[in-house]
């Protein structure tokens, strides 16, 4: 069965270099599992935040707009059975495969 982005998913890859835009649309055509972006390009403030919260450690991330002008990072999750949102090493295995 093939997978696609979602519209979200989509306007989460604005901003973001083109050709890992192309890595990722790929992955989905090939993956085992389905899975989505929940971010790509990021502000200042936001990896601030993070940084804050403890869900990042540097305020250098490839998610900030790099010198030529993209985001060189995105995040991911792996969908389950049930279309929920998982991060389990079992269910992201094949998400992170399909991206190599």
């Known amino acids: 069965m093939p997978f696609y982005l979602s519209k979200n998913s989509l306007s989460n890859l604005e901003g973001v270099h083109p050709d890992l835009v192309c890595v990722v649309k790929r ?13 790509g390009l990021r502000t200042l403030e936001r990896q601030k935040q993070l940084k804050s919260d403890g869900k990042s450690t ?8 790099q010198p030529d002008g993209y985001a060189h990072a995105v995040d991911l999750y792996a969908l389950d059975k049930n279309g929920k949102a998982t991060w389990k090493h079992a269910d992201f295995r094949p998400v992170t495969q399909a991206v190599m």
Do not use: C, N, P, Q
Not at 58 to 65: A, D, F, R, V
């Open 27 to 39: 992955a989905i055509e090939i993956t085992r599992v389905d899975f989505g972006v929940s971010e």
């Open 58 to 65: 540097t305020l250098k991330s490839l998610h900030l707009k």
